[in-house]
């Protein structure tokens, strides 16, 4: 126990003659600060016992100084670059909002365009926002309904081409089935002067992004690269529009016919921006009228059977008499002389007939 207080007494002895060796220090500081000590010999002392710490104390200021400037750069580094950063982002923001409004300022000037050259439609802009999840590649969703003057059986273009037609029309939003829908049938018509071919656009389930035109005659002139537009007929599509090109023929299964496979004009992968056609005034086109056939050539099926008919009906009637020159006129005599006459007559008749001859 003795020993333990021993040692506490020497700590505290220290501690206490460290303290006033401190506060002595200071004072020294102090004195020396106000110019107290005019003495050389005193100052010279002041100065040798206080050039250690004066030292120590340049050293740490320096260092401090030092530390505080490197953080202050530090901080104000990474404040810079917190702001470059956010700068940074924003310009990205508006590159990208910049690109977006070109696409589709172009898309919309293309429309504009495609508006000013068909002036016999009337057209309304609208905007894709969605598509048929249940059938993704034959149905979407546009931004404009009955509000905008948009409904049922209105065919849906771009500037490129035909798109489809208004199935759904509500307020604010319609449904539109393209033309890549096997349940769509656009009547078209090649466009080809030479051809002339009409048939019928519907969407092929085993390949959906690639129509085919069906009805087409095994000997048709058709052949790839042809165009198709719309032939008008049917009064839902108006004529002329363009629908696809020929890339390649084939045999139908009943092979009678063929079809061709057409790449449609509209992308329809990327499709964003189109325009539904609400009135036009375009004259439906005329009704085609067979060409004139010679007997034996007949293609019409209903010519024919009326043709059998007309001949079958001419051959059960009977044919007339043969005309014969009219007999010169006699009198009429009774019907008991016409039918028979006595062999012997009476001899007072014979003279009486006798005398009556001249």
Not at 23 to 29: F, G
Not at 168 to 178: F, G, I, M, N, Q
Not at 189 to 214: C, H, T, W, Y
Request: hydrophobic share 40%; net charge positive.
């Amino acid at each position: 126990m003795s020993r333990i207080r021993r040692d506490d007494q020497d700590s505290n002895r220290k501690v206490w003659l460290l303290l006033v060796s401190l506060v002595c220090v200071l004072c020294l500081v102090f004195f020396a600060g106000k110019g107290r000590f005019q003495s050389p010999f005193l100052s010279r002392a002041a100065a040798t016992v206080l050039r250690p710490l004066q030292s120590a104390t340049a050293w740490v200021g320096d260092k401090i100084h030092s530390l505080g400037t490197e953080f202050w750069e530090v901080y104000y580094v990474y404040d810079q670059n917190r702001m470059l950063k956010n700068e940074v982002e924003g310009l990205r923001v508006q590159n990208l909002e910049a690109n977006e409004a070109l696409a589709e300022n172009a898309r919309l000037k293309a429309l504009l365009g495609y508006k000013q050259t068909k002036t016999q439609f009337d057209l309304v802009a609208a905007r894709v926002i969605g598509r048929d999840y249940a059938t993704w590649s034959g149905v979407i969703v546009i931004d404009r309904g009955t509000a905008s003057g948009v409904h049922e059986n209105m065919p849906v273009v771009t500037e490129k081409g035909l798109v489809g037609v208004v199935v759904e029309a509500a307020p604010y939003s319609s449904k539109v089935r393209l033309i890549l829908d096997p349940r769509a049938a656009v009547g078209t018509i090649v466009q080809r002067q030479e051809s002339r071919v009409a048939g019928i656009v519907e969407g092929d389930p085993a390949n959906p992004l690639m129509p085919r035109m069906k009805n087409i005659p095994k000997s048709a002139d058709v052949v790839e690269d042809d165009v198709v537009v719309t032939s008008g007929y049917g009064g839902v599509y108006p004529k002329g529009l363009l629908v696809g090109t020929v890339k390649a023929l084939k045999n139908d299964e009943g092979g009678l016919l063929k079809y061709a496979v057409l790449e449609p004009a509209v992308d329809f992968q990327r499709l964003e921006d189109v325009a539904v056609i609400v009135a036009s005034r375009e004259a439906p086109p005329a009704p085609i009228t067979p060409p004139a056939q010679t007997p034996g050539t007949e293609t019409d099926p209903a010519a024919e059977k009326a043709a059998a008919e007309a001949a079958k009906r001419a051959a059960s009637q009977p044919a007339p008499a043969p005309a014969q020159p009219a007999a010169p006129a006699q009198p009429k005599q009774p019907a008991k002389q016409q039918n028979a006459q006595p062999a012997v007559q009476p001899q007072g008749a014979q003279k009486r007939e006798a005398g009556a001859r001249p």
